[in-house]
Each structure stands twice: as C-alpha cells, then as structure tokens.
C-alpha cells in the first residue's frame, strides 16, 4: 500500500459542536491511498458522517488538518472550499440529494457548469456517465419519477461528473431496497477497481466488508479499529 | 386561549426577522397614514375653528341704500332660512393713505370699510386682537390681514384717522372698521355708502345651498337692491384653505402605498409561515389543538408585531405632522392644532385590521390543513411550480448556470412571486411619483419671478408700498444696470391693489414694463400674456375663480373711484390665497391715475453670474438713495415639502425593500437544503449570492418598468389636485417633467429594491456552512 500516494490525511482531528458536549470527531488520525476503497463503521451519532463532512470540505474541524490530494483543507474559505469540491471530492449521500426540479441531466450537469466546464465536454461527460451507469435512457426525467437505485445512479454521476480524486459516498445504500443496495455496492466497487478513491460511510458492516478493502470502525467519534492503517 | 398565546408566542419566537420586518412596515405604514390624514382633518380645521368661534357670516351681501329701505333691509333677517343676522352696517370703499410710525412714506391703499358700533354681535363676532374698539371721532380699527398696527393713521380724503385697534373678521367683510357716524364723512361726495348685512342659514353647507339661500334674500328685496354676488364663506374658505392643504394629496398617495405594501407583506409572511410551518402545525393538530385555535395562533402571529408597528407609527406621525400644523395654527392664531384624537384611534385600528384581514386567508389554509398529511411530510412541502421554467432557463448557455438558477427561482412560488412583484411595483411607483413630484415643485421654483429675475433695485426710503422712482431716478437706475456686464434683461414693475365689486378681497396688482411680461418666469396656464396697450390683464386662478370668469372676459376694476374695464387675456400659474392681477403700465395708470412710476427694476443676470455680486456690485454704483437685493431663490416650505417627499419615498422604498428580505428570507429558510446541495456540489458563495439576488432581480426590473406607467400616472393624477388645493390651475410644464433619461433610470428603481432587498438574507445564505445547510430541513 506504501507504494501508493496518499489521497487523504487526517491528522489529530477534533471537531466538536458545543462546548461542555463530547466531541463529534475526536483526535482522529487516518491516511487513506489512492484508489483505495475505505468503509467508515459506526452505528448512528458516532461521529462518520461528520468526519466525511470534514474531509468533503463542508465543515471545519474544532483542530487538526486534513489534506486531500496533497491540499489542505481544514482552513479553507468558504470560497475556496467550494472550489475544492468541485475537482477534488464528489459527495453521494444516503437521501441522493437531488434536486427535484431539475432533470437527470440537468443535475448530472450542474457540478460541471459550476465549474465553468465548456459546456460541449460537459455534456459528453454526462453522456458518458449517464451510459457507463446504465441511466441513459432517464436523462430527461425529473427525480420524482425515477426509482431509488436510479435516483442513486444519478447522484453518483453527478459526483463524479468533474472527475474528483475522491469518492464520498454516505450510506449510499441506506435508501434504497436490499437489490438496489447490492447493485448501488456493485457500482461502487467496479468505480474502485477503475482506479476511484472511495471513502465509503455505512453502519452496516457487511456492506463495509464487501465493498471496501479497509474498514475503519468509528465510536463516539474516536477510530475504534482500522483494519489496514498506512504508515 | 392560553395553549392559542403559547403557540403564537413559539411563532414568534421562531420568526424574529418576520417579526420584525412586520412591526417595520406597519410602523412606515400607520406614521404616514396618520401624518396623511392629519393635514387632511387640519386643512381646513383652523378656518372652521375660527369660523365657529366667530359666529362667521355664511354670506355677506352688500345692499343698495337707494333701492331699499333700512327697514326692507332689515326684514331680511326674518326670513325663514335665516338663523341669525348682522346689519345693516354703512360701508363703503375708500382710497386711503396709511402711515406707520418710524417707516418714512405712505402708501395709497383701497380700503373696504365698514361703520359698526361695536365687534359683537350675532354674526361675524369679531376677535380684538389689540387695542380697543373706537370710541369717538376719527378712530379706525385695521383687519389683521392689513398688518398695520395701532399708532398709526390713516387718511382719506380730509379725514385723519388714528389706529386703535386690530380685529379679525374671518370671512372678510371688511378691511377697516369705524364708528356708523364716521361713515358718510369718510366716504365723501359722489362715493355711495352701501349698507351692509351678514347673515347665517339653516342650510348653508353647499354650494347649491348658499345659492338657495341668495335666490331667498334676492325675492325678498326690491330689484337692483342686492348689489353683486353677495360673498359667500364657501368662497372665502377655499381661498382661505390652509398652507398644508396642497401637500395632503401626496401624502395620502404615499400612505395608500405603504398600506398596500404593508398588506401585501403581511400575507406573504403568514404563508411562508404557514409553509415552513407545516410540521409545527401537524403537532399542534395532533396535540388537540382545533383548526380556529391554529388559524388564531397564525393570526395572532402577525398581530402582535404588527400593533406594536400601529402603536408606533402612531407616535411617529405625529411627530411628523406636528411641524406641519404649527405653521398652519399660527396662521390663524387657533392656538395648538394636532392630529385629531379620532385619527390616532381610527388609524392604528384599521391599518390593524387590514392586517389581520390580510393574514387570515393563509392562516385559514394552516387551519384547513390535514394533521397527519403535515406530520408525515416532516419538511415544508416543496414547490410543484416551475419545472418547465427551469427547463427552458437551462438550456441557455449563454448565461452563467447560477443565473439561470436564479431566474426559474419565482416560478415556484407563483403566488409569493405575484405579491412580491406588487409590493416592488408599489415600491417603484413611489420612486416614480416622488421624483415627479419633486421635478414639478423644482418647476414652481423656477417659473417665478424670485427665480427669473433674482435681483431688485429700489429706492432705499421704502415705505409700506414701494415709493415710486421719478424720471431722473429711473434713468439712473437704467445707467447702472446698462453699464453692468451682467445684466441679462430686466422689467420695471410697479405693484398696487385694487378692489374687486363684489368680492371681499382686494387683488393684487403687478404692473411689468420695459419688455415682455413672459421674463417674469411666470408660466401660463392658457391664454397669452397681455400686450402693451391699455384695458388687457392676465390673472391668476383664483381671481377666476372668485369673479367667475374666463379667458376672453371682460371685468371692471377700480380703484377709489376709477373704473376700468378689462379683457382678461391669460391665466397665469400663482398659486395661493390671492387674488393676483398683472396688466401694463398703461393699464394700471387708467385704473390708478395717482401711480406715477415703477416701484422697482426686476434684473435677470447672465447665465454664471452671481445674483448677489451683481446686486453688490449695482448698489455701490447706484449710491445709498437705491438699494439692490438678491433672491436666494430658495422657498423654505418647499424645501420643507422636499423633504417631506424624499422621507416618505425613502420611507416606501424601504417597507417594499423589507417586503424583497422577507420574500427572500422565506425561499432561503424553505430552500436551505437545496442551498447545502448546491454548496456540495461545488457553489461558492459569490455563486450562491449570485444565484439567490438574480431569483429576485429580474421581477424587481420588471416591476421597475411596470411601475414607471402606474407612478406617471399617479403624478398626473396628483398634481392637479394639488394645484386646485392651492388655488391654482396647472400649467403643461408642471405635469410634463419627465426626461426619457429619467424615466430610464427610475426604471432601475425596482431592481435597486430587489436588490437591495435581498443582499442580507443572500449573503447570509452564501456565508453559511455547508453541513449546517445540508442539515436544514
């Protein structure tokens, strides 16, 4: 694994909401490769979900530093976080997060026209994912209509749509039936083997067992266990 | 009740900004209905006061001695409308010479006077302000509109008057009184003694009325003995209206508009609040609470804030009206006049009302709503409107993605979107019609002589009247003012009065010589200004009005015991309480064969000089017999009314700039989630401030235009009914004001508002972390 270069690094992270509270995040350390396939454990309230925010760039840590891809994250502006996000994170949750009024390819598009891509390539992009994700045929319809595991396939092609060096996906499967989640873990794990960072947050362990090749367990924000740590 | 007040005060609770943007509108809203109706109640309050106090005389008539007995005369007063009745009094119209201790000079003057024996009686009970009533021979008491004062006299004819005394009559009925006796000798030969009667009807209240009332008095005396139109007090109190009642139309207009604002700002907090409340009243329904207790827990959400504004706005527009209502009670010495009690009751009242009533409706969409369908939806219901604008706005690329997610943003809302482009549209409008408004009052600054013709040169002896200059003096004057450079064009000008047959007022006489009439930078109203020769005048409105006649009359005016005939010409824009007439030189020497010269030059000086430097410069070569004045050109009570108008606009701008804050309050508070989306996905903040003020820019433009029309014509509409408030016709050029370049910026107006309305609450979404909006629902 040393051969690889770090695609995330956390060090001595602490991210607490109210003072006199336990901390949400406390004193994490974590290196992850790249193209490695990571699965966050924990049960709910343990602290995953907001360690993903802090790696994602939504959220500061209370201490500590993140780097993802080599850049520092944990004091970035507003601005500049956004930025990051754009190149650097895609971010799938477990509610997909889609935004209702806008078609399939509309919100597969949005990242890429955030970003200022040229908007030809950003349309072969989204074409691109939208077949490699077998949604093609949905690409003008509204969310409402579409099933969880499509809405799911919509959100991780809007993730990837600008080509981030790191997948977060937060309890990818929590919304969707036992079919859908199999096929939404499938998907994940053949974005793995093609060379995709995955940071994969979920309580259920055989999901985590299947689909990554780390898993790290998480409880009252502390790492519990970590099944392949970097040096 | 007390579960209804806990669950209004956790609304509130919840709803700070909402809260206080309520009270905030109300507050602009109520102040300015009081203010606006304030004036309107005062307008005429001071007359009416005075009126009432006096026992005013609703007419009175003059009464040819020589075509009816006194006793014919005196039956009148039995008739069967009369309540009450004054006279006969002797009267008769004298040209006299006053003098005024420690002013050298004096002044020829028409004085109406009439011969009473003392200030009561049943009908116009006159107010002794100083001095005492006369008691013996050449003895003179001067009305308070003269402005002389006791000590001084006044001489007609052979006879020499002392002033004793100052009284008031409010209708009018005479400029001076003496004792009966005085009379015959005051008058002189060939200068007929009138008698004079003043009477109160049972039904005096219209026009129709009063004339009722003349038709009764006329019958009742021999034919030709009713000299005239006898005055009626309607005349007298709408020439006598107050200095305030021309700005009242406009600050009604403003308070409509903020009202309307106020209400439409009202229903669109209510139902944002009923919609991000949706959970909220699911648990109250599943808690017991009935769907009149939820609808009065919204109800009372709204009330609470928006009586503290009433409460208030209350306070705050009177202090507003208090400065206003000073000047007008001075005037008429009526002591402190203030805004009615009833106003400061019915004005908070109903500006509540309209609120609740404006609250009720979404409040009763809250009541309606199913317990269990709110409880399961968890979140405030999204917008089912809009897909296809948000389709269609995608598709262009050539505008920024964040743009084009702005612009679909009102298409959710349809109906919040409608109310909020109204209360902008308002909002505009206001802009509009403030800066027509203030373009017209520039207008009546600049068409007038203080204006056209900013420097005088007199004689320095000046007396009561300005002494006529004699031939030498006038040609020393036009040395002086030839041998200025900056000297543009100037006018002579002599001034006078004359009395008026039938009427209780004297006019005002102006006399321009030496060029064209049109320098005076008076405007026209219609017709054309009066030529060189004799028997031509123009006038004001007023003088119209009260002689009743038009452009293209004839009128006989005299002076002591000249009477001429003129052709009224033209209507002049001048405004006020006076009757203003303005002729030739000629014309006034027919009419007053005593005036000898002009009283002064009017000077308009070339573009860049400086008026006061010019009239420095003509005293020092004209010495110390002349003097030399300046106008600043500045009116204080327009520039107070200015003021008043860049308030109350300010003030409208402000109430439809909080309505845009509370429009976009609620889309940010119900769109958070979809904010974390977009700040996920890569959104910066500028994006995002971008995104959110373009929701509301584009329908702030629109109604920014839209506006432009609906302000227009409320000015159009305005105006006029300000100049008749004064007195006045309107001449073309005071409702003509708008520049096209103008109107394109004002069209701006209603983008600035949105704009501005949404900056706060945009940058705060902007500025706002991305897990904490991604945690909002």
Redesign the interface.
Known sequence: MTEHPEAIRLDGVTKRYDHGVAPAVADVSLAVAAGDAVAIMGPSGSGKSTLLNLIAGMDRPTSGVIRVGGQRVDRLSETAAARFRRRQVGTIFQFFNLLDDMTVIENVLLPAQLAGTPAAAARRRAGELLATLRIAHRRDAYPARLSGGERQRVAIARALVNRPAVLLADEPTGAVDTATGEEIGALLRDLNAAGQTLILVTHNPDLAARYSRRVVAIADGRIASDTGALR | MTAVIRAARGGIARRKLQVVIIGVVLLAATATSVVALGLLANANGPFDRAFARQNGADLTAAVDPSAASRSQIAATARLAGVTAAAGPYPGVLVTAEVTVPGVPGSSPDSLRLAGRSSPGGPVDDLTLDEGHWPDGGNQIVMDRGTGVFPGSTVTAGSQKLTVVGVADSVTGTADAWVLPSELSALAGPGNPVQEQMLYRFASAGSTSAITADIAELRAALPRGALLNNPVSYLGVRQSEQSDIAPWVPFIIAFGVIALVISVLIVVNVVSGAVTAGTTRIGVLKSIGFTPAQVVASYVLLVAVPALAGCLAGDGLGNLLAIPLLTVNAHVYQVGALGVPFWIDVAVPLATLALTVIGAVPPALRAGRMSAIQAIASGRAP??SH??RA??ML?RI?SL???VTLGL?APF?RPARTVTTVVAILFGAAAVTFGAGLALSLGRVVTDNPNTALPVSVSLSQAGPAQPAMTAAQQRSVVSVLAAQPGTLRYLTQTGGQVSLPGLSDSASVTAYGGGNPAWSGYALISGRWYSGGVAEADVNTLFLTDTGTSVGSAYTLGSGRHRVTVRIVGEVFDPGKNLDLYLSPATLAAIAPGTTGPGQYDVAVRPGVSPAAYANAVSAALGRSYQAYASTGQNKTLTAVLALIAMLTILITVVAGLGVLNTVALQIRERA??IG???????????TLAMIVCSVAFIGLAAGIAAIPAGVYLHHGVVPVMAHAANSGYPASLISVYATWQLILLALAGLVIAVAGALGPAGWA??T????A?RAE
Do not use: D
């Open positions: 999204r917008p809009g897909y948000h389709r995608a690329n920024p993605r964040t679909a959710a989630h979809e989306v977009f700040k996920s996905i890569g959104m910066t903040p500028r994006q902007a500025g972390r991305t897990a904490f991604l």
